[in-house]
Structure formats: structure tokens, C-alpha cells
């Protein structure tokens, strides 16, 4: 099926969604909503349309999270690319990392319908990127979030895990993300109080080898 097909069958079937307290996810050229902050969205190989629990959710946490001037955002796992447009148009700088090229196009094409795209920077690894972040979007299956490493110095983390409802039930949607990001904060922390103590028991070795001055 050709792009410009694809195009003009999603277009049909893409909803219009209002997600609370005020977003606006709409197709190419559908009508101007009254008020709210609106998100073009044309449907396409990545996820993310706007209409599933957690992309909602994500929304919200968005919304809700306190947001300082030129403050960065990193969207992990970025699909359409609708949670970094979110926060773009929201005044945050955003690295976006997703491995899918189809998905990293789509997603272009979508910055580019809301006018964001130089604050959107897409990466296709955490490799190459340097905390801190003010906050942390990660929509995606709980396997692929655990496998990896963000290199966040803060739990400012909203992520929308859709693996949680597994253990949890619907609420999951919730207590797992919850429960993640204090696990992961943890870690964090453990290793980097081993790593200090191994840096001062090193250090005291070559004191003791060096010897007093004379």
C-alpha cells in the first residue's frame, strides 16, 4: 500500500480525542477545537493515536508536572511521536528515542503538522544522551523499559507501562509505573554508593602506598 494511501485510509478512521484537563488530539484538517492545546495527529506505524489508556495517562501526567522554563523531557520508546508533541507545545525540549525508522518517520511528519519539530530531537538510543531530565515518558511494554538504562539523575518519572496491568489488574496502569520508578531509583542509588565507596577505598590504597611527606 502506497504512503499516500495509507494517509487517506487513516485519516478516515483517526479519532478526535479529548483527553483531560485540556488536551486536543485531532487529524489533518479536522476543525479548530475550542480552547485546550491542540496535537495534530495523522495515524500511521507508530503508536500512540491519542485514544489508549496510557497515552492518556501520560497526557495527564504531563499536564500535571510542575514545568520549568526550558526544562527537557525525554520520550522513551516514542511512537508517533504524540507525547513529545505534547510537550513541545507545552515549551519543553525534548529527546525522543524510538528504533523503528517507520515509526521515526511517522513521527516526523507529525512534529511537522504542529510546527514542533526543533524541539524534538530523535535518537535511536539512550547511547548518546545526558541527563538530567525533567521528566520522563516511557508508553511502552514493561520488558523493554526494564532492559534498559535512562540516564535520569531525578524521579521526576511518568510513565505509562502497559505491563503493569499484568500483576496489578486495570490498576496497574498506576501502582506499576509507581513501583518501577522506585525500584529503578533504588538501584540508582545503591550503585552510585558502592561506586563512591569503591572511589574512597581506592583512594586511601594509593595514600597509604605514597607514604608521608617528608
Request: charge should be neutral; aromatic fraction near 4%; glycine fraction near 12%.
Amino acid at each position: 500500500m502506497s504512503n499516500d494511501l495509507s494517509r487517506v485510509l487513516s485519516r478516515a478512521v483517526q479519532p478526535s480525542v479529548d483527553v483531560p484537563p485540556f488536551w486536543r488530539i485531532r487529524p489533518p484538517g479536522a476543525p479548530e477545537p475550542d480552547g485546550g492545546v491542540r496535537i495534530v495527529l495523522e495515524a500511521g506505524p507508530g503508536f500512540g493515536d491519542g485514544a489508549h489508556e496510557t497515552t492518556q495517562l501520560c497526557l495527564q501526567a504531563m499536564a500535571a508536572a510542575p514545568r520549568a522554563a526550558s526544562a527537557r523531557m525525554l520520550d522513551f520508546g516514542s511512537g508517533s511521536g504524540v507525547l513529545s508533541i505534547g510537550a513541545a507545545r507545552l515549551g519543553l525540549s525534548v529527546d525522543a528515542v524510538e528504533i523503528d525508522a517507520a515509526a521515526i518517520e511517522h513521527a516526523a511528519h507529525n512534529a511537522g503538522l504542529n510546527g514542533v519539530a526543533s524541539s524534538i530531537r530523535v535518537h535511536r538510543t539512550l547511547d548518546a544522551l545526558q541527563g538530567p531530565y525533567a521528566l520522563v515518558v516511557a508508553n511502552i511494554l514493561r520488558p523493554v523499559l526494564t532492559a534498559q538504562r535512562a540516564p535520569v539523575s531525578t524521579l521526576a518519572v511518568f510513565v505509562g507501562v502497559i505491563g503493569g496491568v499484568a500483576t496489578f489488574g486495570f490498576i496497574g496502569l498506576v501502582i506499576g509505573p509507581v513501583l518501577l520508578s522506585l525500584i529503578v531509583a533504588l538501584l540508582r542509588f545503591a550503585e552510585e554508593t558502592l561506586a563512591g565507596a569503591d572511589r574512597r577505598r581506592k583512594g586511601a590504597r594509593a595514600a597509604a602506598k605514597a607514604g608521608p611527606e617528608e
